[in-house]
């Protein structure tokens, strides 16, 4: 067990290290979609979650969307929410810039966790 063990260990220590990170994102007005982030980050799996800020819950709804005109993001997320998924596919990595939030009271957004 333990040659395995330090054989899987030798393997893993060989790859990339992902570092998780965090943000917020609040949007500071109605019908004013705002981008997730400015700039192009490119991740392979992001969690969202519905939280103005850390341990801040939303008082209203908010959406996320791939287009920037009001009321044009499908996505759902109420204050009570579980946190959403964004997965690339294997060998791929998705653009957090893509992405639009929209809110339904001022100050409200997201808590996102990325690697």
């Known amino acids: 067990m333990g ?7 030798t393997v893993l220590s060989g790859l990339p290290i992902a570092t998780p990170t965090q ?18 980050t490119y991740v392979q799996k992001a969690y969202i979650f519905p939280l103005k800020g850390v341990r801040t819950a939303n008082t209203g709804n908010v959406y ?16 009570s929410t ?18 639009y939030v929209d809110v339904a009271t001022a100050g409200d957004g997201v808590v996102v966790w990325y690697w």
């Open 82 to 99: 579980t946190p959403i998924v964004i997965e690339a596919p294997l060998g791929r990595k998705i653009n957090l810039a893509a992405f």
């Open 3 to 9: 040659a395995t063990l330090t054989s899987i260990n």
């Open 64 to 79: 996320l969307g791939v287009t920037s005109a009001n009321d044009t993001q499908p996505w759902l997320l109420t204050p």
């Open 23 to 40: 943000f917020n994102k609040t949007v500071a007005a109605t019908a004013t979609p705002e981008a997730l982030v400015a700039t192009p």
